[in-house]
């Protein structure tokens, strides 16, 4: 139980890496804020935590609006009284070439991917900043490390979280708080299925056949699933970690090793 007693606010925790990293934490001890708009999923997953043995609590969150954020963090404070770990897992995803890429596409994907990650940081800095300790754990991508000739924004964004993340651990390393983030790969969820639905119209080919030409290009055989994401989540929550900031790891099965 290395995180026994200790408070994690997870943003988009009612499914996939979400839903997974916020039932990993648990089992390390922590108490869960779901930080999720989707109700029913919400609920889920809070029931999940309960069931586990620690406390949950719902707060519908709109990452793109201050004001909610504001309310994440003063919600979490009044039943908690203290905030240690945010992962920041909420993200969009939308494929299309560079010739058809809009405006409204690219502020969606990075309000959200990128935009977001940095204004729920600032939102637990104080308390973080206050304690002199605390841990940010980010979503990026091995997207954010290379080129696209599809999702752009996409990439653009991830490559934003791996820049915040660097800088949120310069600026607060003094401050006892810790910011990481992790580069996932082809990782099976609701979000895959949307990836495998629109690039397989671009290429020409069936959600299925993308699906498994992406497969074999990993090395370590198989699809990602969420939970290797949540250990690896886990970890850089813990104290084994205590040495680490400013990192952007890759967990990729050995697609990108760079």
Known sequence: MELEGQVAIVTGAGRGIGRATALELTRLGADIVVAELDRANAERTAGEV??????????????????????????????FGRIDILVNNAGIYRAALPLEITEEHWDAVMNINAKAVFFASQAVLPTMIAQRRGAIISLASMAGKV???????????????????????LAHAADGIRANCICPGFVETDMWTLVAREQSVLMGLSPEDFTEQRAAQVPLGRMERPEDVAKVIGFLASDRAAYMTGQAINVTGGLIMH
């Not at 309960?50 to 039943?79: K, W």
């Not at 696209?148 to 820049?163: C, E, F």
């Open 50 to 79: 309960q069931a586990l043995g620690r406390r949950a609590s719902v707060v519908p969150t709109d990452v793109t609006s201050r004001p909610a954020l504001t309310t994440m963090v003063e919600r979490t404070h009044a039943e």
């Open 147 to 169: 080129g696209s000739r599809t999702n752009l924004p996409y990439n653009a964004s991830k490559a934003a979280v791996i820049s915040i993340t660097k800088s949120l651990a």
